[in-house]
């Protein structure tokens, strides 16, 4: 099994229909069957607190409940996971996502030598559909993430034509146990040292639900001066669990002026230079 034991995982949540907690049992109980010494720290963002009944909570871990009867505030559970974490690294993951542990200990071996974070799989999310969910329930082992991977050969030509500029890279590509969205994404699985995520201002609370989120505090992180490092072996993807799109959580169910207004202040932190940005956060709360 791998050691976990220098690495706290922060979650960010709000169960807002049976599928997300489903996902928060399968994300947890993976983990705990893979890694040894890991802890969970969960901010539950909502009026009443049912992650409990969800989740086979270990000695060790906590569910800190937020109370909040409006939109999820992701960034700012975000934050309050990082202040409550003690140890040297922290691993913020999205509840509905799961990364190979091993693929976490190569971006923590890579942090122990070089500066900066880690995002920890090769930018392709995997969106598993339900029938793979009920495969992966039934027998949650690393052997059967490796089923759900798609033709990398196909996959493989792909990246090359989206890196080459051919305007007929598709938006996403189905297979029989995912749609694979993307190959440069960021959000999900982010890892640091604790004393850098205090000192980039942690997650912005400016943002309401979800969107830009991810984007935002990657672009801050370089423009701060600090190196993104990713898994980039073929097979380190990131794998999403679905749920109901119907959710309190979902970008859809947050008014547009919320969504506005996170890709506002996205858009205006990167054009900022590493002066501006420092000045910009210097007056947020941690």
Known sequence: MIDFKDIDIVVACRIDNHERGINAFLSYTFFKQHTKNSRFIYVEDSITSVLSEHIPLWPGDKIIHSYNDSYFRKCASYNTGIKEATRKFVLCLDLDCIVKPEQ???????????????????????????????????????????????????????LQNFRSGFPSWPDHMDYEYCKVM?????????????????????????????????????????????????????????????????????????????????????????????????????????
Request: proline letters at 4%.
């Open 104 to 158: 976490v200990i190569k971006i923590k071996d890579t942090l122990n030598e070089e500066p900066g974070f880690g995002i920890c799989y090769n930018g392709m999310p995997l969106y598993l559909n339900y029938k793979t969910k009920e495969i992966f329930r039934n027998e949650q082992s690393i052997k059967t993430l490796d089923m759900f991977c798609p033709d990398l050969k196909v996959i493989s030509m792909a």
């Open 182 to 286: 993307g190959c440069e994404s960021v959000g999900g699985c982010l890892l640091g040292l604790r004393n850098d995520f205090k000192k980039i201002k942690g997650f912005n609370e400016k943002f309401v639900g979800w969107g830009y989120d991810d984007s935002e505090i990657v672009s801050r992180i370089r423009i701060l001066g600090y190196d993104i490092h990713r898994c980039n072996n073929r097979l380190d993807f990131l794998y999403h669990f679905p749920h109901t799109d119907s959710t309190t959580t979902d970008k859809g169910h947050v008014p547009d002026g919320p969504i506005l207004d996170n890709q506002k202040e996205c858009t205006k932190i990167e054009k900022m230079n590493k002066q501006e940005l420092w000045k910009h956060i210097g007056d947020w709360e941690w």
